[in-house]
């Protein structure tokens, strides 16, 4: 997905941004580059280093504590290790005397239980185990802002908090964001930004976008209940997979005739388990999916939708129908003021023909939780370059990070830090 050909008028948009005080951006706008150039190498490094030794969801107990030594040596305070009772996430603050707001900055951790076959030198130590997702380059790029950021100490115009969070990866209600949240991790906070690398978009572009940029991720579980028997004689039996094909094919016409067409949601079907031989008809179905909107009437709709089809479609074939509904992740709805100001610091850095607005996608990201709690924006970051062989998707075993991006993004990350306080402040 490339960024559209109307980027010039996105940015044309985003200059007309009454809220947006470019003052800051050129105060700060060099040293803050001239730092990231300094620290590239390191970056670099850290991202290598990560990728080699990646861990699950809530099993970051390594990686949670080389953060936490390097944030102590670059000065920072208040540095806590360990989530809702988890041994790992990490907090840390600084400038913690100021009198100005707080804005805080988002990092996720966790690998992926994939076997990485990219053949890098620096490709996974832990078998099945892989940064396949890009979260090794969200942490470097963050540390890298954190180093900047702790440089310009004496500039800044008020606090700054950083959360490296464990388990975006989970998948249910129990990811990292919330964990977080429960421990205060956004208490006096004004703002949050956080990014993602994005193998769609081109290497060195960054995409934005006012309002929802990212689905709510649901998860629905149907058991249909039959009467098992010969597949020869099914009259003596209720067939549960006859309900299951009519659940499976009605469920999409509630998409295509039920919802408004201006409207987005996607519905799908990721198990099904029946039975486990070919001349017997099994007495239960089970299946499980997701279900993908950006709008709570929507998403209220689709539930309503499936539960009514999973029960008169099995009713209608003698079956009966055990549907339950799972709401694990509320769409990633970006502020429209703050994703202004991170795309007009993001074209200070990256240049106005690389910033523009963004198709929205129906991934989900628990981002979205802080999203509900505080202003904030969720960013883009551009890492595909087929010509360097990075054209792999997210959760693929050859996925890889174009390197050469990381420290503009921690600049990036340093300069809407800087700009969103001083103009708090004002």
Not at 9 to 32: C, L
């Amino acid at each position: 997905t490339e960024i559209p050909s109307k980027t010039a008028e996105a940015v044309q948009k985003v200059r007309r941004a009454e809220a947006f005080n470019r003052g800051p951006a050129y105060v700060m706008k060099d040293f803050i580059l001239r730092k990231a150039k300094e620290h590239e190498g390191q970056i670099i490094t850290w991202r290598r280093h990560f990728h080699a030794h990646p861990e699950l969801s809530f099993k970051e107990e390594k990686t949670s504590a080389l953060i936490a030594s390097l944030l102590e040596s670059m000065g920072y305070e208040n540095i806590r290790i360990g989530t809702a009772g988890r041994p790992t996430g990490v907090i840390a603050e600084l400038n913690t005397s100021s009198e100005g707001p707080t804005v805080a900055l988002r990092a996720d951790m966790d690998a992926l239980p994939v076997q990485e076959e990219t053949g890098l030198p620096f490709a996974s130590e832990n078998p099945g185990v892989m940064h396949a997702c890009g979260h090794d380059a969200h942490m470097a790029i963050l540390l890298g802002a954190a180093q900047i950021l702790s440089e310009m100490k004496e500039s800044l115009p008020g606090k700054v908090r950083l959360l490296f969070q464990p388990s975006e990866e989970s998948g249910e209600i129990t990811q990292g964001a919330l964990p977080m949240i429960e421990d205060g991790a956004l208490e006096d906070v004004d703002a949050i930004f956080g990014l993602h690398v994005w193998q769609p978009l081109e290497s060195g572009r960054l995409g934005w976008r006012e309002g929802p940029l990212m689905a709510s991720s649901d998860r629905w579980t149907l058991t249909i209940r039959g009467k098992g028997g010969h597949g020869a004689a099914p009259h003596l039996s209720i067939d549960p997979t006859a309900a299951a094909g009519h659940f499976i094919s009605m469920v999409q016409t509630f998409v295509s005739r039920e919802l408004d067409p201006l409207k987005t949601a996607v519905v799908s079907v990721g198990e099904m388990k029946a039975g486990n031989a070919f001349n017997i008809i099994p007495d239960s179905v089970y299946l499980q999916g997701t279900a993908r909107t950006f709008e709570p009437a929507v998403r209220s709709a689709v539930e309503e939708s499936l539960r009514r089809i999973a029960s008169h479609s099995c009713e209608a074939l003698r079956c009966t129908a055990e549907f339950a509904y799972h709401r694990n992740l509320p769409p990633t709805v970006n502020d429209p003021a703050m994703a202004r100001l991170g795309a007009c610091a993001a074209e200070e850095i990256f240049g106005a023909g690389n910033v523009g607005e963004t198709p929205p996608t129906m991934v989900g990201e628990d981002f979205s939780y802080f999203l509900e709690k505080i202003p904030g924006a969720f960013f883009f970051l551009g890492i595909g370059n087929r010509e360097k062989g990075y054209a792999y998707p997210h959760h693929h075993p050859k996925f890889q990070v174009d390197d050469g991006v990381l420290a503009l993004s921690s600049a990036f990350e340093a300069l809407t830090t800087y700009t969103f306080l001083f103009q708090k402040k004002e």
